[in-house]
């Protein structure tokens, strides 16, 4: 029993966070940054920082994460950050020859105060940044938000140092996909263009950390949207923001700085957050919806009613992000399965209630809890009250399910110990098949390993 400390009582908890569900913000903005073709993402702070940020990315995707750091030591925790914020931009330019720069603040820079719209300006200003080139950033000071809305503050960067306005119309939509995986991104593109609408999406991290083996080194791999389609993402006829927390806050900058009207939309995670991002594609593109997709999606329709027999009732516990976890209730209802405990580290007053909007007739006594203290620990003992049937979240579930003997479903931000999530996308029609044979494949598994030889089946 790893976590054999973690009391069935719960006591109301404040200023204290146990496991907590969620990381630093400056991990999703380097993630964001990655989504830019010729980007190198700079961590304007100490090295340990940017080490942790590189290393949980790493680790996630399998792939090496390369990002510049200011390097800070006592001198600039003193002084401030700004000389060597200046020589880092020069270095890497002259070096590394990226064709922009993406820098995010951390703990430290913000606690000094370090002004990155100031600095910015000054390499420019200083000749340190070529002609061409190009300079953006954002503000990620960890002791607030989470690697969610880190990932958001990049996302309004980019728009606020690419985008641009020209005055022509151009016939394509933007897609702000939010933090989902490099496979996702590429579902969404097929998607797209199986519709034959015109997007422009960004960030798009697929061919950049999930790239192939050919035994060639590319710093700045294949994939990543262009500076020049950002750019004219400010002349596009609509914007879909995939995700509240993640695109909300850029799809508006969009709208405010270039009048690009936006939806705000659930992740396309399982049936019917799929429908509707389909039908809202198809309605900001003006193009139909073709009959290969009522294919893909009646397949689904047919494994889920062929299935539910097994998942019917089922009770789950889940934790993560709220982007990831709104459509994945919904699905898991769609499933006749019964969301019970649900957490995220994330705050943002609406994921509680949009939770509670959705479980209102089929699970009304979810417990939801989001922000600082909702933390794995919580999510623990609430399990150790009310047992469930299936946990679903990062690798740091492992323990819980082994301490409770439950089917676990890796599923979010990290996944450190398993692969998959970077190549099978988990969204659209088809990634909810994929999805649904996870978590039934884990549960048959279980309930293989549990039943003695008078009920052990070989046929469903
Ligand atoms: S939480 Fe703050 S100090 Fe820790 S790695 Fe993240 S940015 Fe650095």
Redesign the pocket.
């Known amino acids: 029993m790893l976590l054999r400390h973690t009391p069935k009582e719960i006591k109301e908890r404040k200023a204290l966070t146990i496991n907590p569900a969620k ?5 999703g903005a380097m993630y964001a940054a990655l989504g830019i073709h010729g980007c190198l993402p700079h ?1 304007h ?2 090295q ?3 080490s ?2 590189r290393s949980v990315l790493t680790r996630h995707y399998k792939d090496p994460i390369m990002a510049g750091t200011s390097s800070f030591t006592e001198g600039s925790s003193v002084f401030g950050g700004q000389a060597n914020l200046l020589q880092a931009i020069a270095n890497m330019f002259t070096i590394y020859d990226p064709d922009l720069v993406a820098i995010h ?4 820079s913000e606690t000094i105060g370090d002004d990155l719209n100031q600095i910015a300006q000054k390499a420019i200003d200083d000749g340190k940044v070529p002609e061409g080139k190009k300079v953006i950033f954002c503000n ?4 607030i938000g989470s690697h969610v809305t880190g990932f958001s503050n990049m996302c309004t960067g980019i728009v606020k140092g690419l985008a641009e306005h020209t005055g022509v119309a151009r016939d394509q939509v933007n897609i702000l996909p939010g933090w989902v995986e490099p496979s996702d991104m590429r579902e969404i593109k097929r998607i797209a263009e199986a519709m034959g609408a015109r997007i422009v999406m960004y960030p798009d991290t697929s061919d950049v950390v999930d790239t192939p083996q050919t035994g060639e080194y590319k710093m700045y791999p294949d994939g990543g949207t262009s500076v020049e389609a950002i750019a004219s993402s400010g002349d596009s006829i609509k914007t879909l923001a995939l995700g509240k927390w993640a695109s909300e806050d850029a799809a508006k900058l969009l709208d405010s700085k270039f009048k690009v009207p936006f939806d705000v939309l659930d992740i396309p995670v399982g049936l019917s957050a799929t429908d509707r991002f389909v039908e809202a594609l198809a309605n900001a593109a003006k193009v139909s919806i073709p009959d290969s997709f009522v294919a893909e999606r009646g397949r689904l329709v047919d494994v889920i009613s062929d299935m539910s027999q097994y998942l019917h009732g089922r009770k789950v516990a889940l934790f993560g992000d709220p982007d990831q976890l709104i459509p994945l209730t919904e699905f898991l209802l769609d499933l006749d399965m019964i969301p019970t405990h649900i957490v995220s580290g994330t705050p943002g007053k609406k994921f509680t209630e949009r939770i509670k909007e959705l479980c209102a007739e089929r699970a009304p006594n979810v417990n939801v809890k989001n922000g600082p203290q909702a933390d794995i620990f919580q999510l623990h003992q609430w399990m150790k009250n009310e047992p469930v049937d299936l946990l679903m979240g990062n690798t740091y579930g492992k323990y819980i399910a082994r301490d409770e003997d439950v089917p676990f479903v890796r599923y979010g931000f990290p996944i450190l110990d398993r692969i998959g999530h970077s190549y099978f996308p988990s969204i659209g029609y088809t990634g909810g098949i994929r999805l649904l044979e996870k978590i039934l494949g884990t549960i048959m598994d279980k309930i293989d390993r549990d039943s003695d030889g008078t009920d052990f089946e070989l046929v469903m």
Do not use: A, E, N
């Open positions: 990381t630093c913000q400056p991990v961590s702070g100490s340990g920082c940017c942790y940020h603040s951390t703990c430290l990620t000071p960890s002791y």
